[in-house]
């Protein structure tokens, strides 16, 4: 929780946003947001997914600010990406192997983002 209050001023700052704009759009108190950044008051999880929603966080900065207020990533919700960074930590997992899948890895990524250019800009 300690860094939770410092990343939340520097993303809603970075907006040019005011403690009660944020309270605002994330449906919360104005008083909460300040207490927040003071550090005074923890969020509960959801508020923080509301306060990462208001601000249309980037999933990076979604991310930070979950873990800045003590939270488990979203991304161990899915069990592939649970198991690839279990596998990519074992130190037995031989280094040629683990080349390989961080190899497979970026090709799906590069794979995925053509498909999400395509989509926004209407080519096949």
Same mark, same amino acid.
């Given at each position: 929780?300690n &860094?939770?209050? $410092? !990343?939340l001023a520097?993303?809603r700052?970075a907006?040019? *946003? /005011?403690? @009660?704009k944020l309270?605002?759009?994330?449906?919360l +108190?104005p008083s909460?947001? /300040?207490r927040?950044? @003071? %550090?005074t008051? %923890?969020?509960e999880?959801d508020? #923080?997914l509301?306060?990462? &929603?208001?601000?249309?966080l980037?999933?990076? +900065?979604?991310e =930070?600010?979950l873990?800045a207020? %003590?939270? =488990?990533?979203?991304a *161990?919700d +899915?069990?592939? !990406?649970? +198991?690839?960074?279990e596998?990519?930590a &074992?130190?037995?997992? $031989?280094?040629d192997? @683990?080349? &390989? #899948? =961080?190899?497979l890895l970026?090709v799906?990524v590069?794979? %995925?983002?053509r498909?999400?250019d395509?989509?926004?800009?209407?080519? $096949?």
């Amino acid at each position: 929780m300690n &860094d939770f209050g $410092p !990343l939340l001023a520097e993303l809603r700052t970075a907006r040019r *946003w /005011s403690q @009660a704009k944020l309270a605002e759009r994330a449906g919360l +108190d104005p008083s909460s947001v /300040s207490r927040f950044e @003071a %550090g005074t008051r %923890g969020p509960e999880r959801d508020t #923080v997914l509301a306060i990462a &929603d208001a601000l249309a966080l980037p999933v990076i +900065d979604r991310e =930070r600010l979950l873990a800045a207020a %003590g939270f =488990r990533s979203e991304a *161990w919700d +899915d069990p592939i !990406l649970a +198991d690839l960074v279990e596998l990519l930590a &074992d130190p037995m997992l $031989p280094p040629d192997v @683990a080349a &390989d #899948v =961080r190899t497979l890895l970026r090709v799906a990524v590069q794979h %995925g983002r053509r498909a999400q250019d395509a989509r926004e800009t209407g080519r $096949p």
